[in-house]
Nanobody, 124 residues
Framework: QVQLAESGGGLVQAGGSLRLSCATS????????MAWFRQAPGKEREFVAG????????TYSDSVKGRFTISRDNAKNTVYLQMNSPRPEDTAVYYC?????????????????RGQGTQVTVSS
Protein backbone atom coordinates (compact mmCIF):
# COMPACT_ATOMS: atom_id res chain seq x y z
CA GLN A 1 0.00 0.00 0.00
CA VAL A 2 1.45 3.32 -1.08
CA GLN A 3 1.32 6.10 1.45
CA LEU A 4 1.75 9.79 0.66
CA ALA A 5 2.73 12.55 3.06
CA GLU A 6 2.66 16.20 2.00
CA SER A 7 4.69 18.90 3.69
CA GLY A 8 5.83 22.44 3.09
CA GLY A 9 2.53 24.25 3.22
CA GLY A 10 2.04 27.47 5.13
CA LEU A 11 1.57 31.18 4.76
CA VAL A 12 3.33 32.96 1.91
CA GLN A 13 3.09 36.47 0.53
CA ALA A 14 1.89 37.03 -2.99
CA GLY A 15 4.87 37.14 -5.30
CA GLY A 16 7.00 35.02 -2.99
CA SER A 17 7.77 31.33 -3.31
CA LEU A 18 6.99 28.07 -1.58
CA ARG A 19 7.92 24.46 -2.22
CA LEU A 20 5.64 21.59 -1.38
CA SER A 21 6.96 18.06 -0.96
CA CYS A 22 5.23 14.72 -1.10
CA ALA A 23 7.13 11.76 0.27
CA THR A 24 5.94 8.30 -0.67
CA SER A 25 6.43 4.95 0.99
CA UNK A 26 5.23 1.41 0.63
CA UNK A 27 5.49 1.09 -3.12
CA UNK A 28 7.74 1.35 -6.14
CA UNK A 29 7.98 5.06 -6.75
CA UNK A 30 9.28 4.70 -10.28
CA UNK A 31 6.07 2.93 -11.27
CA UNK A 32 3.93 5.86 -10.21
CA UNK A 33 2.60 8.81 -12.11
CA MET A 34 2.33 11.66 -9.64
CA ALA A 35 0.13 14.73 -9.46
CA TRP A 36 -0.87 17.67 -7.35
CA PHE A 37 -4.46 18.75 -6.87
CA ARG A 38 -5.93 21.55 -4.80
CA GLN A 39 -9.22 22.51 -3.25
CA ALA A 40 -10.15 26.02 -2.22
CA PRO A 41 -12.98 26.73 0.23
CA GLY A 42 -16.34 26.36 -1.45
CA LYS A 43 -14.80 25.06 -4.68
CA GLU A 44 -14.29 21.68 -6.25
CA ARG A 45 -10.95 19.95 -6.15
CA GLU A 46 -8.93 20.71 -9.26
CA PHE A 47 -5.87 19.37 -11.03
CA VAL A 48 -2.74 21.49 -10.67
CA ALA A 49 0.16 19.54 -12.17
CA GLY A 50 1.25 16.03 -13.07
CA UNK A 51 4.46 14.22 -13.91
CA UNK A 52 5.21 10.81 -15.38
CA UNK A 53 7.45 8.26 -13.67
CA UNK A 54 10.60 9.39 -15.49
CA UNK A 55 9.86 13.11 -15.33
CA UNK A 56 9.82 13.43 -19.11
CA UNK A 57 6.22 14.53 -19.37
CA UNK A 58 4.83 17.28 -17.15
CA THR A 59 1.51 18.97 -17.49
CA TYR A 60 -0.07 21.95 -15.75
CA SER A 61 -3.40 23.61 -15.40
CA ASP A 62 -3.67 26.90 -17.24
CA SER A 63 -4.02 28.77 -13.97
CA VAL A 64 -0.52 27.80 -12.75
CA LYS A 65 1.38 27.30 -15.99
CA GLY A 66 4.55 29.38 -16.02
CA ARG A 67 4.48 29.92 -12.24
CA PHE A 68 4.50 26.43 -10.71
CA THR A 69 6.90 23.59 -11.47
CA ILE A 70 6.40 19.93 -10.66
CA SER A 71 9.45 17.71 -10.28
CA ARG A 72 10.43 14.41 -8.73
CA ASP A 73 13.46 12.78 -7.20
CA ASN A 74 13.18 9.05 -7.73
CA ALA A 75 16.12 8.41 -5.42
CA LYS A 76 14.20 10.07 -2.58
CA ASN A 77 10.73 8.81 -3.53
CA THR A 78 9.54 12.38 -3.43
CA VAL A 79 7.63 14.70 -5.71
CA TYR A 80 7.75 18.47 -5.40
CA LEU A 81 5.67 21.45 -6.37
CA GLN A 82 7.64 24.67 -6.61
CA MET A 83 5.24 27.59 -6.34
CA ASN A 84 6.66 30.85 -7.66
CA SER A 85 4.77 34.12 -7.74
CA PRO A 86 1.77 32.68 -5.92
CA ARG A 87 -1.43 34.69 -5.89
CA PRO A 88 -4.19 34.93 -3.29
CA GLU A 89 -6.37 32.78 -5.55
CA ASP A 90 -3.85 29.95 -5.15
CA THR A 91 -4.93 29.63 -1.53
CA ALA A 92 -6.14 26.07 -1.05
CA VAL A 93 -5.44 22.71 0.47
CA TYR A 94 -2.93 21.00 -1.81
CA TYR A 95 -3.06 17.25 -2.22
CA CYS A 96 -0.56 14.82 -3.61
CA UNK A 97 -1.84 11.86 -5.62
CA UNK A 98 -0.35 8.81 -7.29
CA UNK A 99 -1.52 6.32 -9.86
CA UNK A 100 -0.08 3.24 -11.47
CA UNK A 101 -1.10 4.19 -15.00
CA UNK A 102 1.54 5.73 -17.23
CA UNK A 103 -0.58 8.63 -18.43
CA UNK A 104 -1.34 11.75 -16.41
CA UNK A 105 -4.98 11.99 -15.48
CA UNK A 106 -6.77 15.21 -14.61
CA UNK A 107 -9.37 13.34 -12.59
CA UNK A 108 -8.93 12.97 -8.84
CA UNK A 109 -10.93 9.75 -8.64
CA UNK A 110 -8.60 8.02 -11.07
CA UNK A 111 -5.69 8.19 -8.67
CA UNK A 112 -5.15 5.06 -6.62
CA UNK A 113 -3.40 6.80 -3.76
CA ARG A 114 -3.98 10.23 -2.22
CA GLY A 115 -2.46 12.29 0.55
CA GLN A 116 -4.16 14.12 3.38
CA GLY A 117 -3.31 17.56 2.07
CA THR A 118 -1.34 20.58 3.20
CA GLN A 119 -2.76 24.08 3.57
CA VAL A 120 -1.30 26.89 1.49
CA THR A 121 -2.41 30.44 2.22
CA VAL A 122 -1.27 33.31 0.03
CA SER A 123 -1.60 36.76 1.51
CA SER A 124 -1.97 39.87 -0.63
Amino acid sequence: QVQLAESGGGLVQAGGSLRLSCATSGGTFTRLTMAWFRQAPGKEREFVAGITWNGVTRTYSDSVKGRFTISRDNAKNTVYLQMNSPRPEDTAVYYCAAQTYSRISYVWDEYNYRGQGTQVTVSS
